[in-house]
């Protein structure tokens, strides 16, 4: 059974230097291409990765507060990686349901990580017309259309017009990086599907205050509109013990299972997020290991449709309802 991994800054490293197209650089972190197509994973939701830092002069991923432009630049630098390498066969990117099923591996889903580089909501539809399927409106620090979990705030004015223009072009929302504030205020703006591409859950994570996870209540919300929760396999996401194991994502798979049901449950492994092999649990350091995973929740008593609920079939069942026939 193939996986599907809902979260990786595949461009993000590229454009920083290790490049994933290339295993010695790879290899540095968690993933490669080559890893990729080694494993059983076939399909990821691939970032766009632009952050706000105060003061930043505007380079590959970075941009000051307000600097629509720089932010934009950078976009479209993560965007052209992209593009390149379905040039050289080295991915497909999917823009339609019949994408999730031909062209090389892996294939991927572009997700616009915080929505900066899109300068105005008028230019969603060119984004749309590259191929980008999922945006979350803010990283962190938060963006010009909503706080975000480190910069706390709701929707701005031109925020709500963002989100309206998003639905209008069936474009997925990642709740990932909202505060709890900006994530009510969307729930609240649309009635379309809202997923959580890399967020683990608040009440299993021993940061009970932190919101970069998932509160128990917004998971429902987001289930009840058919929307996943991926799991992030960061060691400081999953324990507060200095180290986490397999048993740890199996506690929090078991929580999104009890809380919001199966259905809920996916991967969002982030495994190139910025931190090193050493920083996820021993055994699932790479896109290769995933099957430890899969082995782990069947010895936890779970059934052979539920596995494959969390491997392929819960992200399946998302990426066909929003992508265009």
Do not use: K
């Not at 080559?34 to 930043?56: H, K, N, Q, Y």
């Not at 910025?274 to 430890?292: M, Q, W």
């Amino acid at each position: 059974m193939d996986w599907i991994d809902g979260h990786l800054d595949l461009a993000m490293l590229a454009v920083l230097g290790d490049d994933p197209a290339n295993e010695a650089d790879g290899v540095r972190r968690c993933v490669s291409l080559p890893a990729l197509r080694r494993s059983s994973v076939d399909i990821v939701l691939g970032t766009i990765f632009t952050e706000m830092v105060p003061g930043a002069p505007g380079d590959a991923v970075q941009y000051s507060a307000g600097d629509r432009e720089s932010a934009h630049a950078a976009g479209l630098r993560q965007l052209a990686w992209y593009e390149s390498m379905e040039q050289r066969g080295e991915l497909s990117i999917v823009r339609c349901q019949e994408d999730l099923n031909r062209g090389a591996f892996p294939r991927v889903v572009l997700l616009m990580e915080c929505a900066d580089p899109i300068r105005t909501p008028d230019e969603v539809a060119w984004w749309h017309d590259r191929g980008v399927r999922v945006v979350g409106l803010s990283w962190a620090r938060g963006s010009r259309y909503s706080g975000g979990n480190a910069r706390h705030g709701g929707l701005t004015p031109v925020g709500r017009d963002m989100v309206d223009a998003l639905d209008a072009f069936g474009i997925l929302h990642d709740a990932s990086h909202l505060c709890d504030r900006s994530l009510d205020d969307l729930l609240a703006h649309t009635p379309r599907a809202v997923v959580a591409t890399h967020m683990n859950l608040r009440s299993q994570s021993g940061s009970p205050t932190n919101q970069r996870h998932l509160r128990n209540d917004h998971l429902l919300s987001i289930a009840a509109r058919g929307g996943v929760a991926g799991l992030v396999l960061y060691r400081g996401f999953l324990t507060a013990a200095p180290e986490a194991t397999i048993a740890d994502v199996v506690r929090h798979a078991g929580a999104v299972r009890s809380i919001a049901g199966v259905g809920a449950v996916t991967l969002g492994s982030d495994l190139d997020g910025g931190f090193l092999p050493r920083d996820v649990p021993e055994g699932l350091r790479g896109p290769e290991e995933y099957g430890a995973l899969a082995a782990a929740l069947s010895t936890a008593g779970w059934s052979p449709e539920e596995v494959a609920a969390v491997q392929r079939d819960n992200w399946l069942r998302v990426l066909r309802d929003a992508l265009p026939g």
